[in-house]
Antibody
């Protein structure tokens, strides 16, 4: 059974960098054809895909966040990470890590496994 | 980006009702559409992928249909465990996008 677990600070100051880690168990992040992704959800609002890293290490980011977001892999720890720079109160949200799976012919992927989510508050 | 629009935003229904949620895409996404169920304080759960393929373990009262720009999620007989928010998501682009959600409430 694939499981994902987010970890990181729950409080970040404005203008600083938000850093989160997702630890994956039950699957290797360096094998298979999966898109390890970060998705966030402000309180009472919808879901926003932020970015992903493929098992090969290639990345793709939401154009609205592209200049501020970085996703990276640590295969030795079976983890992937998110960094979001220059945060403001608008970045306060629950952050989820998720595994993206494609149907083979699709350009993109759906999310079949999710972490439980972690609340990050941006405040001084 | 491909915009996804769900209707209605909120739906009030009773146990046993047949419920239909619509999701429209701003351009064709073929059949590359997924549906998720989210309960308060929990992560979304995959229900359907490729517009109509039920994920493993999802009850058969859930079904999906559609292609191109218009899709529906149907719950044939609403159960107490089904009161939740439902999201559609397209994956016909390198940037997946979600609908704004439909909350299914108890009538």
């Amino acid at each position: 059974q694939v499981q994902l677990q987010e970890s990181g600070p729950g409080l970040v100051k404005p203008s600083q960098t938000l850093s989160l880690t997702c630890t994956v168990s039950g699957a290797s992040i360096s094998t298979g054809s999966y898109y390890w992704s970060w998705i966030r959800q402000p309180a009472g609002k919808g879901l926003e895909w932020m970015g992903r890293i493929y098992t090969s290490g290639s990345t793709n980011y939401n154009p609205s966040l592209k200049s501020r977001v970085t996703v990276s892999l640590d295969t030795s720890k079976n983890q992937f990470s998110l960094k979001l720079s220059s945060v403001t109160a608008a970045d306060t949200a629950v952050y989820y890590c998720a595994r993206g799976t494609s149907n083979g012919y699709s350009l993109g992927y759906y999310f079949d496994y999710w972490g439980q989510g972690t609340l990050v508050t941006v405040s001084s | 980006d491909i915009q996804m629009t769900q209707s209605p935003s909120t739906l009030s229904a009773s146990v046993g009702d047949r419920v239909t949620i619509t999701c429209r895409a701003s351009q064709s996404v073929y059949s590359w559409l997924a549906w998720y169920q989210q309960k308060p304080g929990k992560a979304p759960k995959l229900l359907i992928q490729k517009a109509s393929s039920l994920d493993s373990g999802v009850p058969s009262r859930f079904s999906g249909s559609g292609s191109g720009t218009e899709f529906t999620l149907t719950i044939s007989s609403l159960q107490p465990d089904d009161f939740a928010t439902y999201y559609c998501q397209q994956y016909n682009s390198y940037s997946p996008t979600f609908g704004q959600g439909t909350k299914v409430e108890i009538k």
